[in-house]
């Protein structure tokens, strides 16, 4: 009833940046709490950041605080992960991922989110 498709991954060189951008489909609320996890070849997944429905809270992995920027347009049912300064250990598929009821707060546990996208590559070589 829902569908997200992630866009915008791609190879950049260490100190470069990225914008990732999520389309939300289907039977979408501006409710939905919105995440963005990533997973690295031999890792587990891991939260990125997160975004209340309303956009009025955010909250981020240390590993990139101050670096990545997450925000959303309601209107156009999009959310974005805004990456600067990349490393080469942000190397991942970058996943974007949809929680329902989720207005005013915000989660970094995967298990809460019910929604989620195929996955786009970011490469950062050295």
């Known amino acids: 009833q829902v569908q997200l498709r992630e866009s915008g991954g791609g190879l950049v060189q260490a100190g470069g940046s990225l914008r990732l951008s999520c389309a939300a489909s289907?039977?979408?609320?501006?409710?939905?709490?919105m995440g963005w996890f990533r997973q690295a070849p031999g890792k587990e997944r891991e939260f990125v950041a997160a975004?209340?429905?309303?956009?009025?809270?955010?909250v981020y992995a240390n590993s990139v605080k101050g670096r990545f920027t997450i925000f959303r347009d309601n209107a156009n049912n999009t959310v974005y992960l805004q990456m600067n300064s990349l490393k080469p250990e942000d190397t991942a598929i970058y996943y974007c991922?949809?929680?329902?009821?989720?207005?005013?707060?915000?989660?970094?546990?995967?298990?809460?989110?019910?929604?989620w996208g195929q996955g786009t590559q970011v490469t950062v070589s050295s």
């Open positions: 289907g039977h979408t609320s501006s409710a939905f709490g």
């Open positions: 991922a949809a929680d329902k009821d989720r207005l005013i707060t915000i989660t970094n546990n995967d298990e809460k989110y019910d929604y």
């Open positions: 975004i209340s429905g309303s956009g009025g809270r955010t």
